[in-house]
């Protein structure tokens, strides 16, 4: 069945830094990808998607490539801050019975950006 | 205009007891779908519904769970005879349609005792 492979956390960087969170997936057919995003308190936010190979999912300064060859869709942000302290989930989206698109979500990756 | 909304928020209940857990969609959203977040399996697939078609139940754990949805817009989720497995974010989300995004409600949490 559908699987995603993520990165394990927690990731503590400096504020600024560069940031990079893998994830792989295993799927059938062509999945869309995604990261979704939780901050601290709050629910689950579609942080950005890609929907085909080569695209480029961007959102917020977060960027994120479907790799078909190498099964990816790795996240990565040029300069991180504060606000960006959160877990990180990628998923795929994999077609139901009924038609709806069940997503599979990896582990999640916690961040927390220090001063 | 309003998310996803659900409720309770937070759920305590003992061994034994059955709860029932709601999800409001966002209005106009015809897809519906249940997941699970669990220490233990992470972000899980429960149930989708779409309109008022026959739901797609594949993701439930076993027969103690059911949802139902009314008039293809709130739902509920049943659970019987609650374990302390069952203990865990239950996360609702609905989309325009099946091709869309799914929006996420903030979750109810569920401690069984």
């Known amino acids: 069945g559908d699987s995603v492979t993520q990165m394990e956390g927690p990731v503590t960087l400096s504020e600024e830094a560069f940031l990079t969170i893998n994830c792989t997936y295993t799927a059938t057919g062509y999945p869309s990808l995604f990261w979704y995003v939780q901050y601290p308190g709050e629910g689950l936010q579609l942080l950005l998607k890609a929907t085909k190979a080569d695209d480029k999912g961007s959102n917020k300064g977060f960027e994120a490539t479907y790799r078909k060859e190498t099964t990816s869709f790795h996240l990565e942000k040029g300069s991180v801050q504060v606000s960006d302290s959160a877990v990180y989930f990628c998923a795929l989206s994999g077609i139901l019975t009924g038609g709806g698109n069940k997503l599979t979500f990896g582990t999640g990756t916690q961040l927390k950006v220090e001063l | 205009g309003a998310g996803v909304s659900q409720s309770p928020s937070n759920k305590v209940t003992e061994k034994g007891k059955d709860v029932e857990l709601r999800c409001d969609p966002i209005?106009?959203?015809?897809?519906l779908y249940w997941y699970r977040q669990s220490l233990g399996q992470g972000l899980e697939f429960l149930i989708y519904?779409?309109?008022?078609?026959?739901?797609?139940k594949s993701g439930l754990p076993s027969d103690r769970f059911s949802a139902e949805r009314t008039g293809g817009s709130v739902s509920t989720l049943t659970i019987q005879r609650t374990q302390q497995e069952d203990s865990a974010v239950y996360l609702c989300?609905?989309?325009?349609?099946?091709?869309?995004?799914?929006?996420f409600g903030p979750g109810t949490r569920l401690t069984v005792t």
């Open positions: 519904f779409q309109g008022n078609s026959a739901p797609d």
């Open positions: 989300a609905s989309s325009r349609d099946n091709t869309y995004e799914q929006y």
């Open positions: 209005s106009g959203h015809t897809a």
